[in-house]
């Protein structure tokens, strides 16, 4: 497997606020980084693929602007929910790519708006 | 895009039984089969996947089957035990591709 690292675990925001959500790959480089959001008791679904060193490719239905990505390093992918609403807490996770298509995802960040 | 259907989304079985969840994909380009289990809370993890050139393959108690001709992939899990109860999910990708899943059964195991 792989070691994926996700910070914070847990995160309570206040409406209107941003919180950034770093993952990390801790033992290879990840040139492609796949963020995913899971609602409760529903399925992961895709909200972008960021590529080490250019613009993510966002989803149908996922703002870019408001779910910042940015993959500066092969090791660091961060995603930031700027403006934050009720309704877009979820349990986010990352996944970095690994040769020949393996996912594995960090632990996840549990993020509430209050 | 890919679509990924999964069945059943519960499945309740007695301890020693053995547990069947079907999916079926779409896109005849997907060549790697998944398959993950998530506690509450946790995130998933990889118990067992199968490429587009295996038809089966095993890992103990747990056994994956692809038909790519009818595109449909089964996990099984013979003599469960308790600590089998969780989510399973599917997945379907083409490789270099974000996963794409299917929307979960719930297994329960009971003693």
């Known amino acids: 497997g792989a070691v994926v690292s996700q910070h914070p675990s847990r995160v309570i925001c206040k409406s209107g606020t941003s919180v950034k959500i770093e993952c990390r790959s801790l033992d290879f480089q990840a040139t492609t980084m796949f963020w995913y959001r899971q609602f409760p008791k529903q399925s992961l679904m895709l909200m972008a693929t960021?590529?080490?060193?250019?613009?993510?490719?966002?989803e149908q239905g996922v703002e870019k602007d408001k779910f910042l990505i940015n993959h500066a390093s092969l090791t660091l992918s961060t995603l930031t929910v700027t403006s934050a609403h009720p309704e877009d807490s979820s349990f986010y996770i990352c996944?970095?790519?690994?040769?020949?298509?393996?996912?594995?995802f960090g632990p996840g960040t549990r993020l509430t708006v209050t | 895009g890919e679509n990924v259907e999964q069945h059943p989304s519960t499945l309740s079985v007695q301890e020693g039984d053995s547990a069947v969840i079907k999916c079926t994909y779409s896109?005849?380009?997907?060549?790697?089969f998944p398959w993950y289990k998530q506690e509450l809370g946790k995130r998933p993890q990889l118990i067992i996947d199968?490429?587009?050139?295996?038809g089966e393959k095993k890992d103990q108690r747990i056994a994956v089957t692809l038909n790519k001709t009818a595109k449909h992939f089964s996990l099984h899990i013979t003599e469960t035990q308790p600590e089998d109860s969780a989510v399973y999910f599917c997945?379907?990708?083409?490789?270099?591709?974000?996963?794409?899943f299917g929307k979960g059964t719930s297994l329960l195991v009971t003693p």
């Open positions: 896109d005849s380009a997907s060549n790697y």
């Open positions: 997945a379907a990708s083409n490789s270099g591709y974000a996963l794409n």
């Open positions: 960021s590529n080490e060193g250019s613009k993510a490719t966002y």
């Open positions: 996944s970095p790519e690994l040769y020949g298509g393996e996912q594995y």
């Open positions: 199968i490429r587009s050139n295996v």
